[in-house]
């Protein structure tokens, strides 16, 4: 390891939008006491680190840490006591946030970074009883395929920790996927489609990795 000289790098948090705080206490409402949990970073996540805060002995195996998930260790729905693997330690590899996360995670013995490839093995992730995957969606269809985000521009992205996340929940006992979206998007058109093969030109935009 070599000690670096430039400061860390910080993002801000994203803006609580109601229409995710809508979705996000749907979601609440069919994650299960002592389930756990990975988080990613977006609207989505910002919203359900509240409402997912009366849950009790929830677990964390993610690929990230972020702020709202530093909002709901603090809120004491997280204990990971019923992990299967690391159990007691919030378990990620990588950390998105502010400089007041960062300071929070420092020398902090309730979260344990791993390597990447083995926080999202699957069969790791799997070890874990009642395995929850939350993923954001852009698009799904009457079939049950799901179309994910991408960037815009030359800004691009793949399916990331998805497959290896829907992969392990299926391997975890009583393990399950959630993708949550807005019925609408912002141009008030809907998210929920026939097929995600017809999607209207106005929506290029989407990324379509079907599952």
Not at 132 to 156: E, F, I, Q, Y
Request: proline content about 6%; charged content about 20%.
């Amino acid at each position: 390891m070599v000690e670096a000289t430039e400061p860390p790098l910080y993002l801000d948090r994203w803006p609580l939008l109601d229409v995710y705080l809508k979705v996000a206490t749907n979601v609440a409402s069919v994650v299960a006491n002592g389930s756990c949990i990975s988080f990613g970073i977006g609207p989505l996540y910002e919203a359900l680190g509240k409402t997912l805060a009366a849950k009790k002995n929830l677990g964390v195996h993610s690929p990230f840490f972020t702020d709202a998930l530093m909002d709901l260790v603090k809120s004491g729905a997280v204990t990971n006591r019923r992990k299967g693997v690391f159990r007691g330690k919030s378990s990620v590899s990588s950390v998105l946030g502010t400089k007041e996360l960062m300071k929070w995670l420092d020398l902090n013995s309730l979260v344990e970074f791993q390597p990447e490839d083995m926080i999202m093995d699957p069969e790791m992730i799997g070890r874990n009883d009642m395995m929850t995957a939350l993923l954001p969606a852009r698009k799904v269809d009457l079939t049950g395929n799901v179309a994910l985000h991408t960037g815009k521009g030359n800004v691009t992205a793949g399916p990331g920790n998805v497959q290896e996340l829907f992969m392990g929940s299926a391997l975890s006992k009583d393990g399950r996927t959630i993708f949550a979206l807005p019925s609408r998007n912002r141009r008030d058109e809907p998210n929920i489609l026939v097929s995600v093969d017809n999607i209207p030109s106005s929506s290029r935009t989407v990324n379509r990795w079907i599952l």
